[in-house]
C-alpha cells in the first residue's frame, strides 16, 4: 500500500469563522480553498458554497453591519496584523474605511441603524489604542476617545448613542467602560480586585442589563449578569471549567455557550424563560464562533477536532440534534487515518499535575519516537483540534504529546500565574519531567525525541534544548525568542505593555533574562534545528531568529533556517504551508528515523 505523503494533511481546508447574514437566507464565512483566506457564501437553497471576496492577501475577520447584508472585513499586508478595514457590499462592490497602512485598526461593532462602525487604532501614538467611529455612507472618520492605553469597542449599545468599551490593563485583566458619544464621557462599571477578564458581551431586551463571561473574583470564566445603571454584579452560572463563547438569540431570551473541559468543548444552551439548561452531542473538538440563526431555529458553531477539521455544524434548538452543515474540510484519502488523543496529567518537579494531550500512533512498534509539541502564549492552551503536522507524524509512527505546561489558560487563574516573571524556568521544568515521565511508561525511544513549538513555544523549545541539551534528537522553532530582553525590545510598540505583565520589564529583571535566555546558552545545544520564522512579524521580531542561527552557525552547529518573506507570526498561505511543513516532516525524520 502506497505510504501517504504529508501534502494531503496540509490541503485539508478549513472554515475559520462564520456569520449568518442578518435577514437569514445565507452563511458567510472565511475558508483558505484557494489558498489564500477568502469570503465564502453558502445560499440555503444551494448545496455548494460560492466564492465572494477575491483579494491577494488573506481575508482576517468578517462580520454584517447591523440589519443589513453588507459584510466589514479585515486584510493585513502578509501577516504584518496592520489590519485596514473594508466594506463588501451585497452587489459585489469592496469599498476601503481605512487608509493607513502603517497603523492597525481593531473592528468592534456597528450601529443599531446600521449606519456608523466604531473601532480603536494606534493611529495617534503607536503605543496606544484610541477609539474611532465612522459613517458608512461618507467614510467621514472621528476619533471620539483619546487616552494612553489599550481601548477597544466592544458592543454598541441598542440605543445607538453609546458604546461598551474594554480596556486591557494587561492580556488578563480588563476594565470595562460605558462611553457616551454625546458627552464624551465614561463611566467604568466593573470595579474589582486583583485580575478579572470579560469577553462575549449581550444586552437585554431594555438594553440596561448586560451577559458576559467573566472570571472577576474567580478562578474560571462563568456566566454572569451586570445591571448597568447600578454596576451591580450576578453569577448565573459557574463551573470548575472555563465557559466560553457565549451567544444570545434575538428575542433575548435564550443563550448558548460552550464548556472548555480541560481542552475539549461540551455545548450547552439556557432557556432563560425557564431557567432550563440543555446540551448536545458533538464529536470530540473544540466549538467555537457559535451563533443563533435569525429565524431562532438553529444554533450554529465552527467545530474543530483532531478527527474532524473544521467545519461548520447546527443544532436544531426543537430536537438539540446536531449535524455538519459544510464540508469544506472532507478530504477521502484521510478519513479513518485521523487520531484523537487520551487527556492525561502527570507530576511537575513540585508534584503539580501538569495536563497533556497524548495522541498515540495506529501503526505500534514497542517504542516509539515522540514529538513533544508545545503551544504559543504562554496564556493559551493546546487543545483537541486538528492539526496536520501532528496527524502526519501519527501516521509515520511517531507518538505526541502536546503539554499544558504551567502559564497555560483553561486550568484556572492561579495555574496561569504559574510560570510569570522570574518563574519562567518551572515551565521548563514541566517539559523536562514530562520527558520523565514517558520514559516511565516504556512507551517511547529515549534517544528519538523532538521538541517542536510555536511564538512562546519556540522559547520553550530554545529554552529546553540550551539548559537540558542531552534529552532532545531533534528541535523545531517556528517564530520563537531567542532571548526575552531583545523580544521586549523590539515587539510592536502598542504590544509591549501588555507582554511585560507577562515576562516582567528590562529593567528590573534584565539581569533574570540573562542568566536564562537561550541566545545566551547556544553554545550548550547539541540537538539539530530547524528555525522557521515570517519576516514581517510583529510580535516576534526576525531578528529572534537571525541572531541565534548566526550563533549556531559560528560553531557549523546542524541548524536549518528557513525566512519567509510574505508571512507574519502565523502562517497564512497554503504555499508556505507546504514548503515549511514538507521541510519539517524531512527535518525530523532524518533525525528521528520512522516510527
Known amino acids: 500500500m502506497k505510504e501517504i ?116 487604532s494606534n493611529r495617534r501614538n503607536q503605543a496606544y489604542l484610541d477609539i474611532y467611529i465612522q459613517n458608512l455612507e461618507t467614510l467621514e472618520i472621528r476619533r471620539v476617545f483619546t487616552q494612553d492605553g489599550t481601548y477597544m469597542v466592544e458592543k454598541w449599545f441598542p440605543d445607538g448613542k453609546t458604546l461598551l468599551v474594554k480596556k486591557a490593563n494587561s492580556p488578563l485583566d480588563h476594565d470595562l467602560g460605558v462611553f457616551s458619544l454625546s458627552t464624551g464621557k465614561m463611566d467604568w462599571i466593573t470595579e474589582h480586585k486583583g485580575e478579572a477578564s470579560y469577553k462575549d458581551f449581550h444586552f437585554n431586551k431594555e438594553g440596561d ?32 471549567w472555563d465557559l466560553e463563547d457565549l451567544a444570545m438569540n434575538k428575542d433575548k431570551n435564550k443563550l448558548a455557550f460552550s464548556v472548555n473541559q480541560g481542552g475539549i468543548s461540551k455545548g450547552y444552551l439556557v432557556d432563560l424563560d425557564r431557567s432550563k439548561l440543555y446540551t448536545w452531542d458533538t464529536p470530540m473538538g473544540v466549538i467555537y464562533n457559535i451563533r443563533f440563526s435569525p429565524d431562532q431555529q438553529k444554533l450554529g458553531f465552527v467545530l474543530n477536532g483532531p478527527a474532524h477539521p473544521p467545519d461548520i455544524w447546527e443544532v436544531d434548538i426543537k430536537t438539540l440534534q446536531a449535524k455538519r452543515l ?132 519556540g522559547f520553550i523549545v530554545l529554552a529546553a534544548i540550551s539548559h537540558f541539551p542531552e534529552l532532545w534528537a531533534a528541535a523545531i522553532d517556528i517564530v520563537g525568542m531567542s532571548s526575552i530582553r531583545t523580544f521586549l525590545q523590539t515587539t510592536s510598540p502598542w504590544r509591549k505593555k501588555l507582554r511585560e505583565a507577562e515576562y516582567g520589564t528590562i529593567e528590573k529583571d534584565g539581569d533574570f533574562f540573562d542568566q536564562i535566555d537561550p541566545l545566551n546558552h547556544a553554545d550548550k545545544i547539541k540537538a539539530p534545528l530547524m528555525i522557521i520564522h515570517g519576516v514581517n512579524d510583529p510580535r516576534v521580531s526576525i531578528q529572534e531568529s537571525d541572531q541565534i542561527v548566526k550563533k549556531l552557525k559560528a560553531r ?40
Not at 474560571?220 to 470548575?240: M, N
Not at 557549523?556 to 511543513?581: D, W
Open 5 to 120: 505523503t504529508i501534502d494531503p494533511y496540509i490541503h485539508v481546508r478549513m472554515v475559520k469563522s462564520f456569520e449568518y447574514d442578518p435577514r437569514g437566507k445565507k452563511i458567510s464565512f472565511i475558508s483558505d480553498f484557494t489558498g489564500v483566506p477568502q469570503v465564502w457564501e453558502l445560499d440555503r437553497e444551494h448545496r455548494w458554497p460560492a466564492q465572494t471576496s477575491f483579494t491577494m492577501k488573506g481575508i482576517t475577520f468578517i462580520k454584517y453591519i447591523a440589519g443589513t447584508s453588507d459584510l466589514v472585513f479585515g486584510m493585513d499586508a502578509d501577516g504584518d496584523e496592520k489590519e485596514q478595514l473594508y466594506l463588501l457590499k451585497e452587489n459585489g462592490d469592496k469599498i476601503p474605511l481605512t487608509n493607513s497602512p502603517e497603523h492597525l485598526h481593531l473592528f468592534g461593532d456597528s450601529s443599531p441603524d446600521g449606519k456608523w462602525i466604531a473601532w480603536s
Open 209 to 240: 442589563h448586560l451577559y458576559l463571561l467573566t472570571n472577576q473574583d474567580s478562578e474560571f470564566f462563568g456566566l454572569a449578569l451586570i445591571e448597568i445603571s447600578t454596576k451591580r454584579f450576578t453569577w448565573l452560572e459557574r463551573e470548575e
Open 326 to 457: 459544510t464540508y469544506i474540510s472532507r478530504t477521502p484519502i484521510l478519513e479513518e487515518k485521523l487520531i484523537e488523543p487520551e487527556q492525561i496529567s502527570f507530576p511537575s518537579f513540585d508534584q503539580i499535575p501538569i495536563p497533556a494531550f497524548y495522541y498515540k500512533p495506529n501503526r505500534k512498534l514497542e517504542k516509539s519516537p515522540v514529538v513533544v509539541y508545545i503551544h504559543g502564549g504562554p496564556e493559551s492552551q493546546s487543545r483537541a483540534v486538528y492539526s496536520p503536522f501532528l496527524q502526519y507524524f501519527l501516521n509515520q509512527g511517531y507518538a505526541v504529546v502536546a503539554p499544558n505546561i504551567r502559564g497555560s489558560t483553561g486550568y484556572g487563574k492561579t495555574y496561569t500565574h504559574l510560570d510569570d516573571g522570574r518563574k519562567r524556568m518551572d515551565a521548563v521544568k514541566d517539559v523536562i519531567f514530562l520527558m520523565e515521565w514517558l520514559k516511565k511508561t516504556g512507551d517511547i525511544h529515549v534517544d528519538k525525541a523532538a521538541i517542536v513549538g510555536g511564538s512562546y513555544g
Open 556 to 595: 557549523n552547529h546542524p541548524v536549518r533556517y528557513i525566512r519567509i518573506e510574505e508571512e507574519g507570526h502565523t502562517m497564512m498561505k497554503l504555499k508556505n504551508k507546504l514548503t515549511s511543513y514538507t521541510e519539517m516532516a524531512e527535518f525530523l525524520e532524518k533525525y528521528l528515523g520512522k516510527g
